[in-house]
């Protein structure tokens, strides 16, 4: 089996989650409650955490959510990032409200504030993520590459590096999104020719649950094939729950992660015998916290039953009037078609 050589980048600490060097590709995510909303707040989160979200991230508009940090870490298991835009004050106070990083972008935040928060960070000894977007390029890189937004970002954080240099501070991470899949590739390949600093990637503002996911399916897959990438976040206009899930398959189609079933199911054709789109549907949320890594398979013929799913752990075919129940490609049962879910059910949690 093909096996991906990441590309060796520094190693920093997000609260107790290590990121970079060996360590396993971390899934992120971003809550979209108000902050300060801290009961609504942490509902999410510990759903997320039951999901298999490593890190979140929380936007921070006013004081009251800088606050409110301190009161959520109580509450979840997974470190905190507090997101800053425009006010740098916000980020000293989520700081010392206890955020485990800081996520900003400098190229909205003055040089003598950014100073600010470096020193802040470096005196709660918490690391910062550099969020180089491409619509907050600064204006002077934006004049000087025109319409290359690929050098206008790589610049950007170059130039963001070197201050951050200059005040001795290299607990850093960096992310250069765009909303597009290709400048985005391009955007990382660039900088990680040039540095080995550990990366957050992803496609920014990539849309709805469907067309999203195949961006960033397509953006994040491709660079973490080629080795660049330490942390990820699948950005979708839906549940957050998605970003998580779909980050997890990203991963484990790659062979990077695994975490609960993998479900192999038919397409459908003329052949299918069965309702295998409810089916699907009905075992994959049933099983959507389900704790182990074990490969299920439901098609919807005998064609395209244990032979092409020979390699499954459990799996059913339907038929006219029945299926079969198999293993490793044997079939074990057969069994009528009204009882295929309960009988397939009963054997995964066999399993445990």
């Known amino acids: 089996m093909e096996t991906i050589k990441r590309k060796k980048s520094r190693i920093i600490e997000v609260g107790n989650v290590k990121i970079g ?56 298991s997974v470190p905190i990032i507090a997101d800053i835009h425009f006010d740098y004050k916000l980020a000293l106070l989520s700081a010392k409200s206890g ?23 470096k005196d709660f000894n918490i690391p910062i993520r550099i969020g180089v977007n ?10 000087k590459f025109k319409k290359d937004k690929v050098q206008a970002m790589v610049e950007s954080a170059e130039q963001s590096i070197d201050f951050f240099k200059s005040l001795n501070f290299e607990n850093i991470k960096i992310s250069l999104k765009t909303s597009s899949v290709l400048e985005t590739i391009s955007s990382y390949r660039t900088f990680s020719k040039k540095f080995d600093y550990p990366l ?13 996911t195949v961006k960033s399916s397509i953006g994040i897959g491709l660079l973490l094939y080629e080795g660049i990438g330490d942390t ?13 899930k779909a980050a997890y398959n990203i991963l484990r189609s790659l062979n990077l992660r695994k975490r609960g079933p993998e479900i192999i199911s038919c397409p459908t054709c003329g052949r299918c015998k069965v ?36 390699d499954a752990d459990i799996g059913i075919a339907g038929g006219n009037n029945n299926g ?29």
């Open 21 to 76: 060097g060996d360590n396993p590709v971390a899934v992120q995510s971003m809550t979209n409650t108000e902050t300060k909303n801290i009961k609504k707040t942490v509902s999410q989160i510990k759903q997320l955490e039951e999901a298999g979200l490593e890190i979140i991230r929380v936007a921070v508009v006013d004081d009251e959510d800088a606050l409110s940090i301190s009161k959520i870490k109580k509450e979840i």
């Open 99 to 121: 955020a485990d990083a800081l996520r900003i972008n400098p190229g909205n935040i003055k040089k003598e504030n950014l100073k600010e928060i470096i020193l802040c960070a």
């Open 275 to 310: 309702d295998i789109f409810s089916l699907t549907e009905k075992i994959e949320n049933k099983l959507s916290n389900f704790p182990l890594d074990i490969k299920i398979a439901i098609m919807g013929c005998v064609v395209n039953g244990p032979g092409e799913a020979k």
């Open 134 to 143: 491409s619509g907050s390029i600064e204006k002077s890189l934006k004049e």
């Open 200 to 212: 957050h990637i992803g496609v920014t503002e990539a849309g709805p649950i469907h067309s999203g």
């Open 324 to 352: 079969v129940l198999f293993k490793k490609g044997k079939v074990i049962k057969k069994i009528v078609k009204k009882d295929l879910y309960g009988e397939l059910l009963k054997e995964i949690e066999s399993f445990i």
């Open 232 to 244: 990820i976040r699948v950005s979708l206009t839906a549940d957050p729950i998605y970003e998580v």
